[in-house]
C-alpha cells in the first residue's frame, strides 16, 4: 500500500506529547487510523488464508495420505486373512484366493510406493519398515503355499511364522501411519474451527480508534461529521462482519467434517480392523491344528472390539452379517473341537453367500462403503468449507485499500486548512 | 591461546550443525522374522528329582481281549462304548505320526493307525474315533481332566509322569538326538557349544538340551515345526528332540540330517487316566494283539522304516 506523501512530511515527529500543533496531531491521528486499519486488514488476510490452507491440507494432503493409510492396512490385513483362508482350503487353493491375495499385496506396493515420496520423518521410519519387512512377508507365504503343495505339515508353521510378522509388525506400523495421518486431518479440522480472535481483536481497535477519531474531529472543527471518517468506519464494519461470518460458516463446515466424516473414520476403521483380524484368526486357529487356542482367544477379543465398536456408530446392514458370523463361527468351533476338523475346514473356507467367506466378505465389504462414505464426507465438507472463503482475500484487500483511501481523503483537507 | 580454542570449538560446532542436505541412510538390514512364542534363551524347566521305578513296565492284560462292542460292565471301555467314539488325544503337526495330509484334510501316521486300531478293538468300527489335537504341554492335563481317553501323542514314559498318568507298554523306542543342516561339520552335541538348540517349551528335551556339559543355548517354541523354521533361516544351529519326530522333520527338508550320540532312551507309550486301571489293560492286550499278529510291523513298515530303518516292535515289560 502506498503511503500518502501527507503523512511524510518532516515535522511529523512530535516533539512532547501535549505540544503537538494541529496539523502534527491530525497526521499522527492518520498515521494511527492506517496502522490500524492494516492491522485489521492484515489479520482477516492472514486467518482466512490459514484457513483456507487447512482446508487445502485436508483436500489435498492430510485426506489422501489418511486415504492411502488406510487402504495400505486394509490391503495387509485383508492379505493376512486371504493367505489363511487359500492356505486352509483342501487341495489347490482356488484361484479366486490367489488373486484376491495377490491384489491385496501389488495394493499394498502400490500405497507403500506413494506414501514413501512424501512422507515426513517419523511415518518414513515406519514405511520403512514396511517396506523392508513386506518383502520378506511374501516369502515366508510362498515358502507355506509349496510346503502345502507337497503335503508337509512345514507348511502351516512358515504360514504362522508370516502371520505372527504381519500382526506384531506389519499391521502396527500400518495402523500407526494411518492413525498419524487421520490426527493431522482431525487437527486441520480443529484449528479451522477456532475463533478468529485476532481478526475480532483487531478489528474491534479499528473501528473504536476511527469513532475516536471522529469525536477529536468533531470537537476541533465545526463539523459534526467527517464524511471520510463515517466511509472508513462504514467499510471496516463491512470488512469485519463479512469475514467473521465468511470465517464461521467455513468453521461450522470443518466441524461438520470432524463429526459426520473423520471421527467416524476412525471408528470404522478400527471396525474393519477388527472384522479382518477376526476373520484371520479363524482361520489361524485352523491351520494351527492343536496350537490354535491363542488364535482364537484372539479372535473372542477383536470380535467384542468390532462388536463393540459397532455400537457405538450404528452402520446400516452389519447386524444381520454380524450376527450370521457369531453363529457359523459357533457351529464351526463346535466341529473342530469335537474333533470333525474336516468339517471345520470346510466351513471356514465355504464359498456359498450363506457361508463364512461370504459373510465376512458381507460385513467387509458394507464397512468398507461406509468408510468410503465418511471419507467422502470429510472431502466434502472441507470442500465446501475453502468455498466459503472464496474470494475473500481480494475482498479484504480491496476493502482494506478503501478504508485507508478514505482515511486518507477524510484527514487531507483538515490538515490542508493549517496551510 | 584460549580464543584459538574458542575459535576452533566454534568452527567444529558450525561444522556438527550444518548437516548435509541429504539425511544419510542408515545401511538397510534384514531382520529375520521368529515364529510366535519363540523363547531365547528358553526357561528351562526344572528336572524334579525322579523317583525311581521302571518307567517302561505297565499293567498285565488280564485274558484275552473282550469281543468288540461288548465291553464288560462298570469300565472305562464300557463307558466308551456307550458314548460311541473313543476320543484321542493326537498331535495333528508331527510328520509321519500324526499329520494332516493337506490333498485330502485327512489324519494320517503311524500314531493315528494305533488309535483306529484301539477303536476297533473296543468299538469294533475303525473310525469311531474323535481326535483332539492337543499340544505338547496339554497332554497330562487333558488326561487329568479327563477331557480325552487316551494320549497318543509321542508321550514318553518318565518315573514322574507315572506319578500323575498311567501308561500302556511301548509301542515305539526313541532316543533324543540332533537334526542338523548337512555339510556344517556338526556331529554331536560337544561341538554345539554356546550355540542354538530347539525343541519344545515343557518337553524334557529342553531339559535335555540344558544339562549338556558343551553348555547348548536351549531356544523353546510351540511346536517342533517351528524349530525346523528356524533351523532352515538359520536361527538355531540344532533341534534335539527324540530321533523319531526328527526322523519326521527330516524328511520333510532333505538338506538336514539326524546325527548325534542319543543322550536319552525314551519309551513311548499310551497315556491314559490313573483312574481307568482297565483301560490301560486293555490297550496293552490291544497292543499286544498288534506285536503278535504284525499288525505293528505293518504300520511302522508302511510309515517309518525307510525313514528311521528296520525295527522290531519293543517287548513289553509288566510291574506286575
Same mark, same amino acid.
Given at each position: ?419 | $591461546? ?32 521368529? =515364529? ?40 472305562? $471301555? ?43 478293538? $473296543? ?94 543355548? =536351549? ?47 525314551? =519309551? ?53
Amino acid at each position: 500500500m502506498v503511503v500518502p506523501a501527507v503523512l511524510l512530511a518532516p515535522d511529523v515527529a512530535p516533539k512532547a506529547a501535549g505540544r503537538l500543533t494541529t496539523p502534527q496531531l491530525y497526521r499522527l491521528v492518520a498515521a494511527a487510523l492506517i496502522a490500524l486499519g492494516l492491522a485489521a486488514g492484515a489479520a482477516q488476510l492472514a486467518a482466512v488464508r490459514e484457513r483456507q490452507a487447512l482446508m487445502h491440507d485436508v483436500t489435498a494432503v492430510s485426506g489422501p495420505l489418511s486415504g492411502r493409510a488406510q487402504e495400505l492396512y486394509r490391503a495387509l490385513s485383508d492379505a493376512d486373512a486371504t493367505a489363511a483362508t487359500a492356505f486352509l482350503s483342501p487341495g489347490v487353493e482356488p484361484a479366486e484366493l490367489r488373486k484376491r491375495y495377490l491384489d491385496d499385496i501389488a495394493r499394498a506396493t502400490a500405497a507403500l510406493t506413494v506414501a514413501l515420496r512424501e512422507a515426513d520423518d517419523e511415518d518414513a521410519v515406519r514405511l520403512r519398515t514396511l517396506a523392508d519387512r513386506l518383502p520378506v512377508y511374501t516369502g515366508l507365504v510362498e515358502t507355506a503355499r509349496s510346503y502345502n503343495r507337497l503335503g508337509l505339515p512345514l507348511g502351516g508353521a512358515y504360514l504362522m511364522e508370516a502371520s505372527t510378522l504381519m500382526r506384531q509388525t506389519l499391521l502396527p506400523e500400518a495402523q500407526g501411519l494411518l492413525a498419524a495421518a487421520q490426527r493431522r486431518v482431525i487437527d486441520a479440522q480443529r484449528d479451522a474451527t477456532g475463533t478468529p480472535i485476532t481478526v475480532y481483536l483487531s478489528g474491534l481497535a479499528g473501528l473504536a480508534a476511527l469513532v475516536a477519531a471522529q469525536v477529536l474531529l468533531a470537537r476541533r472543527t465545526n463539523r459534526l461529521f467527517n464524511r471520510g471518517l463515517i466511509a472508513a468506519f462504514l467499510v471496516a464494519v463491512v470488512a469485519l462482519g463479512w469475514t467473521t461470518v465468511a470465517l464461521n460458516a467455513a468453521g461450522k463446515q470443518a466441524r461438520a467434517g470432524q463429526t459426520e466424516g473423520s471421527s467416524q473414520v476412525l471408528h470404522l476403521a478400527a471396525a474393519r480392523r477388527s472384522a479382518l483380524q477376526a476373520r484371520a484368526d479363524e482361520g489361524l486357529t485352523l491351520i494351527a491344528r492343536g496350537n490354535g487356542a491363542r488364535f482364537e482367544e484372539d479372535y473372542a477379543r477383536v470380535f467384542d472390539e468390532l462388536t463393540g465398536t459397532l455400537g457405538r456408530v450404528s452402520i446400516a446392514g452389519t447386524d444381520i452379517p454380524l450376527r450370521r458370523w457369531t453363529q457359523l463361527h459357533g457351529e464351526m468351533r463346535e466341529h473342530d473341537d469335537t474333533g470333525d476338523y474336516r468339517a471345520a475346514v470346510a466351513m471356514a473356507t465355504d464359498p456359498e453367500p450363506a457361508g463364512l467367506s461370504q459373510t465376512f466378505r458381507e460385513l467387509d465389504m458394507t464397512l468398507d462403503a461406509a468408510l468410503t462414505a465418511a471419507n467422502d464426507r470429510v472431502r466434502e465438507r472441507a470442500r465446501r468449507a475453502a468455498g466459503a472463503l472464496t474470494g475473500l482475500t481480494a475482498l479484504v484487500l480491496l476493502l482494506t485499500a478503501g478504508q485507508l483511501a478514505a482515511v486518507v481523503l477524510g484527514f487531507r483537507p483538515r490538515i490542508g486548512e493549517y496551510r | $591461546m584460549k580464543l584459538r580454542a574458542a575459535g576452533v570449538a566454534l568452527v567444529l560446532m558450525v561444522a556438527a550443525c550444518s548437516a548435509p542436505d541429504e539425511v544419510r541412510e542408515a545401511p538397510a538390514e534384514a531382520v529375520l522374522p521368529l =515364529p510366535q512364542n519363540v523363547q531365547d534363551p528358553a526357561e528351562v524347566p526344572s528336572a524334579a528329582p525322579a523317583p525311581s521305578c521302571v518307567p517302561r513296565a505297565s499293567l498285565r492284560p488280564t485274558g484275552a481281549l473282550p469281543r468288540p462292542g461288548r465291553m464288560p460292565s462298570n469300565t472305562a $471301555m464300557a463307558r466308551i462304548a456307550q458314548r460311541g467314539r473313543l476320543i484321542v488325544g493326537i498331535d495333528q503337526n508331527a510328520y509321519l505320526f500324526g499329520f494332516r495330509d493337506p490333498q485330502t484334510g485327512d489324519l494320517a501316521g503311524f500314531e493315528i493307525d494305533l488309535a483306529r486300531e484301539i477303536a476297533e478293538a $473296543m468299538l469294533g468300527d475303525r473310525g469311531a474315533v474323535q481326535f483332539r489335537a492337543i499340544t505338547t504341554a496339554d497332554r497330562i492335563p487333558v488326561l487329568e481332566r479327563k477331557e480325552v481317553d487316551l494320549v497318543i501323542r509321542t508321550m514318553t514314559m518318565t518315573c514322574e509322569r507315572w506319578q500323575k498318568v498311567s501308561f500302556s507298554t511301548e509301542y515305539l523306542s526313541s532316543r533324543q538326538r540332533l537334526l542338523v543342516r548337512r555339510g556344517e561339520g556338526i556331529k554331536e552335541f560337544a561341538d554345539l557349544a554356546k550355540r542354538k538348540v530347539c525343541a519344545t517349551r515343557g518337553s524334557t528335551s529342553i531339559i535335555k538340551i540344558a544339562a549338556q556339559p558343551s553348555k547348548p543355548i =536351549p531356544v523353546s517354541t510351540d511346536s517342533t515345526l517351528d524349530c525346523l523354521v528356524l533351523l532352515q533361516q538359520g536361527q538355531v544351529d540344532a533341534v534335539s528332540t527324540i530321533d523319531v519326530l526328527l526322523a519326521g522333520l527330516a524328511a520333510q527338508d532333505p538338506a538336514t540330517e539326524v546325527i548325534g550320540t542319543p543322550v536319552s532312551d525314551e =519309551p513311548a507309550g499310551v497315556g491314559v487316566s490313573k483312574d481307568s486301571p482297565e483301560l490301560v489293560r486293555f490297550v496293552n492286550a490291544v497292543l499286544e494283539r498288534n506285536r503278535a499278529d504284525g499288525t505293528w510291523q505293518r504300520s511302522y513298515d508302511r510309515w517309518l522304516a525307510s525313514r528311521i530303518g528296520p525295527a522290531r516292535p519293543p517287548a513289553a515289560v509288566y510291574r506286575d
